[in-house]
């Protein structure tokens, strides 16, 4: 959703121009994540466009207010916006996704880490890593997985959901597993510069 809301510009010109010694991974989860992300931004556009179409009919009423008018014209002119930057949020989500589908290998998840999550979720939710975030969990188990699966090369998490993943505790944990945690391209980009000097 980064690149699709433009929250991290770097983000799709690496994918468009990506080095041939990175290698991207993502856990199939994300995907989930991304698209549930999207039903929550639809969902954020149509609530608005219902209050905007409740201003639009009271403005309507005041027959003799020039301000009404005005500010109609504006509201109507809003809700036209409002529906176009949700197309744009839609076309570079699409696009995005492509591109790391065609660019990027996938972690899928795998039976100890699902089985280890539910036990976690069902009797012990106090030893989730990323409390009351089941999702996120899913993401952070697939990355520690796969880290030990490779554990001679270079890895970076690059996640801007610092809220979660850039908590001290979970950088702690992945940097346990050698895994360097970024928020945005741009920062692995100048990390990746300073590998190579």
Request: hydrophobic share 40%; aromatic share 8%; charged share 20%.
């Amino acid at each position: 959703m980064a690149i699709a809301k433009r929250q991290d510009l770097e983000a799709e010109n690496l994918l468009c121009s990506l080095p041939s010694s990175i290698r991207i991974v993502i856990p199939n989860f994300c995907y989930v994540e991304a698209l549930n992300r999207w039903e929550t931004e639809k969902y954020y556009v149509q609530e608005f466009e219902k209050n905007i179409d409740k201003q639009i009919n009271n403005s309507k009423r005041d027959l003799t207010s020039s301000n009404a008018q005005i500010f109609l014209a504006h509201l109507e002119q809003a809700r036209i916006w409002n529906q176009l930057l949700l197309n744009d949020i839609q076309i570079r989500l699409f696009n995005a996704i492509d591109m790391l589908l065609q660019k990027a290998e996938v972690i899928n998840l795998n039976n100890t880490i699902i089985r280890n999550i539910s036990q976690a979720v069902i009797t012990q939710p106090e030893t989730l890593l990323i409390k009351q975030d089941i999702m996120d969990n899913l993401i952070l188990q697939s990355i520690i997985h796969h880290a030990n699966l490779y554990p001679r090369e270079s890895k970076v998490f690059l996640s801007g959901n610092s809220k979660d993943f850039g908590k001290p505790e979970i950088r702690n944990i992945l940097h346990n597993y050698g895994i360097k945690y970024l928020n945005n391209t741009q920062k692995f980009l100048d990390w990746l510069n300073s590998q190579n000097t």
